[in-house]
T-cell receptor, first 113, second 108 residues
Framework: NAGVTQTPKFRILKIGQSMTLQCTQD?????MYWYRQDPGMGLKLIYY???????DKGEVPNGYNVSRSTTEDFPLRLELAAPSQTSVYFC????????????FGQGTRLTVV | GQSLEQPSEVTAVEGAIVQINCTYQ??????LSWYQQHDGGAPTFLSY????GLEETGRFSSFLSRSDSYGYLLLQELQMKDSASYFC?????????FGKGTRLHILP
């Protein structure tokens, strides 16, 4: 059972480039989340989804986009990378948004230069 | 808005007991969760309090008081492997919102 899988693990982008961070889960969870974590800081919610076809903004959505075409996949798109987007990105999923634990992927360490 | 406050760092001795507090300014949330994160790793779930009171899971316990807008994580019989960051989080409106985390240092 793979759980939540994120790719890539590491990436260096130049300013203005675009990329998609991939996230897939095999637990048939309805809820999925994208967080970013800056060094020594907590997790900030970027976007979340309560099911296929439904997405909503979190605390820090600017500069990002998401889609949820299937239950399993929840990719995060950066259109015009900026140095402020240098961070570690975590994808997570849960069976419900409330009263259950969230399972996290291993993270993507992104550097924008 | 929603905000959760935790101490940034706590230091304790191996074998001792430590309490990590979390105060929050939000309402209408379903419950308070705790997660552990080792350096370079991903957060992992520790416990969840839906109701006021104490939840115990092995060496870890978590407490919630909605009337006081307060919760804590209690770690007993501390081991060196417990050195990590600990985050409280609220489950509200289909979202999970995290505090900034408490870095736990354990001295031998």
């Amino acid at each position: 059972n793979a759980g939540v899988t994120q790719t890539p693990k590491f990436r260096i982008l130049k300013i203005g480039q675009s990329m998609t961070l991939q996230c897939t889960q095999d637990m048939n969870h309805n809820y999925m989340y994208w967080y970013r974590q800056d060094p020594g800081m907590g997790l900030k919610l970027i976007y979340y989804s309560v099911g296929a076809g439904i997405t909503d903004k979190g605390e820090v959505p600017n500069g990002y986009n998401v889609s949820r075409s299937t239950t399993e996949d929840f990719p995060l798109r950066l259109e015009l990378a900026a140095p402020s987007q240098t961070s570690v990105y975590f994808c997570a999923s849960s069976f419900r948004g409330w009263n259950t634990e969230a399972f996290f992927g291993q993270g993507t360490r992104l550097t924008v230069v | 808005g929603q905000s959760l406050e935790q101490p940034s760092e706590v230091t304790a001795v191996e074998g001792a007991i430590v309490q990590i507090n979390c105060t929050y300014q939000t309402s209408g949330f379903y419950g308070l969760s705790w997660y552990q994160q080792h350096d370079g790793g991903a957060p992992t779930f520790l416990s969840y309090n839906a109701l006021d009171g104490l939840e115990e899971t092995g060496r870890f316990s978590s407490f919630l008081s909605r009337s006081d807008s307060y919760g804590y994580l209690l770690l007993q019989e501390l081991q060196m492997k417990d050195s990590a960051s600990y985050f409280c989080a609220v489950n509200r409106d289909d979202k999970i919102i995290f505090g900034k985390g408490t870095r736990l240092h354990i001295l031998p």
